[in-house]
């Protein structure tokens, strides 16, 4: 059932995805299938502006919490333990994807009530899973347009799924399972890793950008097996003992799928050479920055700092003929205009449109 389920969900996402080779049929830029912009180019590693790797390492208590049997069982607090590690990818400001690698370990208690005779029981759980998650950055998907203050703290939230591996261990003091070889008989699981073995979890997490190089996070994950048997309560709804007794642990709440819970505290370390994460980075600093600059820019011109010596009304910081004759007509390079190219300027030139000798104003013979 639980591979139906993977496939019902990757059946959407192999049906609408888009390769966006087969979109774009030139390597040249601009292309038609541009963003709109005429100003576009490839985009390398030399082009980045920002850091987007990281590895993050993390660990703290967890506890088999919705489930059968459970770490919180009368006044007793049975503490197990959980830690992960991850390669993230961050993809924008406000969204990335964490690949992880998950393991720990919680002890639990339950009592049948249809069961006095086996007493309180003991059983603890090992997992180990592996597993892609989004992350979704809410303080930068949620900032205020107008808010201008830069940032240290970040809530995150985190969502996926992956496979994992178990091993479960229950004793109780049921007499009717007593024996001396073994002196006890446990209820076991061993679940490998294996497509049946789909679990998904979500977690909050609050950052602290502690340097360019470091982040610290406090994460709360939610763990859901989608097994009734990750509690240590037996294999289905029952479990026959060697005297045929019937051990209902799974029976003790209606749900079929247990899960588990843990609070950690982790770092990220921060891979690249830029000074600033692209989880951050928010665009809009970048936009005030650049409005602020603008606006203390001095709108002063000063025209003609070193003068207009011929006074030309050419500068002369780019006056190219710093003598021209008062009255003559001249470019925009403060040059006297010579309209038929005879060597006499059209102030002194009798013919202006007729080139001639200089000896004769300008004039032809």
């Not at 030139?26 to 502006?49: D, I, L």
């Not at 970040?154 to 049921?174: C, S």
């Not at 609070?263 to 990220?268: D, I, K, Q």
Request: aromatic share 10%; proline share 4%; net charge negative.
């Amino acid at each position: 059932m639980k591979l139906g389920l993977l496939l019902l969900a990757a059946l959407p996402i192999a049906t609408y995805a888009q390769d966006s080779i087969a979109i774009s049929h030139s390597h040249e830029y601009p292309n038609t299938f541009s963003s709109g912009s005429a100003n576009v180019q490839p985009f390398t590693n030399t082009s980045r502006k920002f850091n987007d790797w990281s590895v993050s390492v993390g660990g703290g208590p967890a506890f088999m919490t919705f489930s059968d049997v459970r770490s919180f069982y009368g006044d007793k607090v049975n503490w197990g333990w959980n830690a992960y590690a991850s390669i993230d990818k961050q993809i924008s400001h406000t969204f990335g994807i964490d690949l992880q690698y998950q393991m720990g370990e919680t002890k639990q208690q339950a009592e049948l009530a249809t069961n006095p005779a086996a007493g309180i029981a003991n059983a603890w759980t090992k997992y180990k899973q592996i597993s892609l998650l989004g992350d979704i950055n809410f303080s930068n998907l949620l900032r205020r347009v107008d808010n201008k203050s830069p940032y240290r703290w970040a809530l995150h939230g985190y969502l996926g799924g992956g496979l994992m591996a178990f091993k479960t261990e229950l004793i109780d003091n049921d007499a009717s399972r007593w024996s001396t070889n073994p002196p006890r008989i446990p209820i076991k699981n061993d679940q490998k890793f294996e497509l049946s073995s789909f679990f998904w979890q979500a977690a909050v997490g609050l950052k602290y950008n502690v340097s360019k190089l470091v982040d610290l996070e406090a994460r709360v994950i939610y763990i859901n097996s989608m097994d009734e048997e990750f509690d240590g309560g037996g294999e289905g709804r029952s479990l026959d003992t060697p005297t045929g007794d019937r051990i209902n642990y799974n029976l003790i709440n209606d749900s079929y799928s247990d899960g588990a819970m843990s609070f950690t505290l982790g770092l990220s370390f921060k891979l690249g050479k830029h000074n600033t994460h692209l989880a951050w980075h928010d665009p809009l600093q970048e936009v005030y920055g650049r409005m602020y600059d603008l606006e203390n820019t001095s709108t002063e011109l000063v025209v003609c700092e070193k003068g207009d010596m011929d006074n030309d009304g050419v500068c002369d910081d780019w006056d190219r003929q710093l003598d021209t004759p008062a009255g003559a007509r001249v470019d925009g390079a403060g040059v006297a205009l010579d309209l038929d190219l005879d060597g006499v300027i059209d102030l002194y030139d009798k013919c202006v449109t007729v080139a001639g000798p200089q000896e004769n104003n300008g004039c032809p013979k």
